[in-house]
């Protein structure tokens, strides 16, 4: 593991030898078996996938520069969002950002892109980066299914399965209340998709109705979204974060009484099940 200062010296070294590549394509064409005569494109192409290894053993964030080092990432892939995807509507907003609708250019498949501006502050470039890291590595049925990630200098992109169903917030606003064997297939799926999220120590930490989609509008296949308060390694935590009705009290109480865990987000799946059954 080397400091700081060394891990940016090595990023910018690669960074100019990549930008020296004339042609955006060739990089590609070379994982593909063509020969390749240039030792510096041979330098970046083993150097690349070494630091790429070294994002996920925690250098980023004993860089302290997550932000800087995702950037420099999304730099080597070389390719545009506009080139692979093209935007049709703005479909929701949040509280950092937007999501759009678009088609991907390859497979004329819509798909979701969530915009955030890229956080200034620390601690918010650490949420930005945890959902980032969290969606690119984790795969579940019921987790939202992650198709790529774009960062500029200014902006995050996260692009992902688009489910036409909408969320069940949604559904809770036309229905009121769900029958029974309905709620209860919704509720099999959450239990199951936050059990294999605990068990990689993640703790979502804003479960709630706006954050779970419909796949489609004709059955009941549910995906998890939102992983911008998210957090692995999720034990004596303190921060105080989450959706007024859906948080539970010791994330309330954190900082007066001591610390939450994991579990917490118990709580705001037996929220979401009163939600479903009793309106």
């Known amino acids: 593991m080397f400091s700081s200062g060394d891990f940016f010296t090595e990023v910018y070294r690669l960074h100019r030898l990549y930008r020296d590549i004339e042609a955006k394509d060739q990089l590609e064409c070379l994982r593909q078996g063509l020969p390749r005569h240039d030792p510096e494109t041979r330098e970046i192409l083993e150097a690349t996938d070494v630091v790429a290894a070294k994002m996920y053993s925690g250098l980023p964030e004993e860089s302290g520069h997550p932000a800087k080092w995702a950037t420099f990432l999304a730099t080597l892939k070389r390719q545009s969002l506009q080139s692979r995807y093209r935007l049709t509507k703005t479909v929701g907003y ?130 998890v979204i939102d992983f911008g308060l998210s957090i692995e390694s999720a034990n004596a935590l303190k921060t105080r974060v989450g959706t007024p009705h859906y948080v539970a009290p010791e994330v309330i109480l954190a900082e007066r009484d001591g610390f939450y865990s994991h579990q917490c987000d118990m709580w705001s799946v037996g929220v979401i099940s009163y939600y479903l059954l009793f309106g």
Not at 103 to 108: P, S
């Open 94 to 223: 949040g509280t950092y950002g937007k999501v759009m609708l678009a088609i991907d250019r390859a497979t004329n498949q819509r798909v979701a892109i969530k915009q955030m501006s890229l956080a200034t502050r620390k601690n918010h470039q650490n949420f930005q980066m945890n959902e980032v890291k969290i969606l690119s590595t984790f795969g579940h049925a019921h987790v939202i299914k992650c198709n790529d990630v774009f960062i500029d200098e200014s902006k995050v992109f996260i692009v992902t399965e688009f489910c036409e169903g909408g969320d069940l917030y949604s559904l809770f606003k036309k229905q009121r209340t769900l029958p029974e064997a309905t709620a209860r297939t919704i509720m099999r799926q959450l239990v199951d998709a936050v059990k294999a999220l605990h068990s990689r120590g993640i703790c979502h930490r804003d479960l709630k109705l706006e954050n779970i989609l419909l796949r489609t509008e004709q059955d009941l296949d549910v995906a």
